[in-house]
T-cell receptor
Framework: AQSVTQPDIHITVSEGASLELRCNYS??????LFWYVQSPGQGLQLLLK??????LVQGIKGFEAEFKRSQSSFNLRKPSVHWSDAAEYFC??????????FGGGTRVLVKP | DAGVTQSPTHLIKTRGQQVTLRCSPK?????VSWYQQALGQGPQFIFQ???????QRGNFPDRFSGHQFPNYSSELNVNALLLGDSALYLC?????????????FGPGTRLTVT
């Protein structure tokens, strides 16, 4: 069965500091991996996705993620956080046409 | 280009009642998936509709049912509501096919069961 683990429930970072959110997955085949962001009271917005090829993928809003097959990880990073990045972030795994399996999410708080 | 829309935005129901939530997919999309997001948790897959039929189903009881119309819009029905059904219900649309790996999410319907 597929599963996604996001070990950090909450992360607090200072504005301008770097951010890294961890994601570990379990999937029987080569997965498609996604990061979504959810602001309070909103739906999910896709930040970036990985299907194959270059293991470092660039997304919107200055985010990037690195796929490491040996570690079954797909960590999300941002070099310099802005106050508007405060939100909840979800890692998800799936295949074409299939359901998405989400992690429990990481809530990011940004200090001024 | 309109994205995924859902109605209503919020809903309050009493235990034992029935509820219907609605979703209109992004223009050009033909597949609709429904997810339940309980407070403080990640979304969980309920089911997916394509060509007006349920194609996949997650681990949800039969009280949860759905429908897809010829215009690709969809409804989620929940019967005999329980307090535990209180959640944000998200609809996601995609374009079927081998490369349909991107799902676009609507803003959700917040259901409160009292």
């Amino acid at each position: 069965a597929q599963s996604v683990t996001q070990p950090d429930i909450h992360i607090t970072v200072s504005e301008g500091a770097s951010l890294e959110l961890r994601c570990n997955y379990s999937y029987g085949a080569t997965p498609y991996l996604f990061w979504y962001v959810q602001s309070p009271g909103q739906g999910l917005q896709l930040l970036l996705k990985y299907f194959s090829g270059d293991t470092l993928v660039q997304g919107i809003k200055g985010f990037e993620a690195e796929f490491k097959r040996s570690q079954s990880s797909f960590n999300l990073r941002k070099p310099s956080v802005h106050w508007s990045d405060a939100a909840e972030y979800f890692c998800a795994v799936g295949r074409a046409g299939n359901k998405l399996t989400f992690g429990g999410g990481t809530r990011v708080l940004v200090k001024p | 280009d309109a994205g995924v829309t859902q109605s209503p935005t919020h809903l309050i129901k009493t235990r034992g009642q029935q509820v219907t939530l609605r979703c209109s997919p992004k223009s050009g999309h033909d597949t609709v998936s429904w997810y339940q997001q309980a407070l403080g948790q990640g979304p969980q897959f309920i089911f997916q509709y394509y060509e007006e039929e349920e194609r996949q189903r997650g681990n949800f009881p039969d009280r949860f049912s759905g429908h897809q119309f010829p215009n690709y819009s969809s409804e989620l029905n929940v019967n005999a509501l329980l307090l535990g059904d209180s959640a944000l219900y998200l609809c996601a649309s995609s374009l079927d096919g081998r490369w349909s790996y991107e799902q676009y999410f609507g803003p959700g319907t917040r259901l409160t069961v009292t």
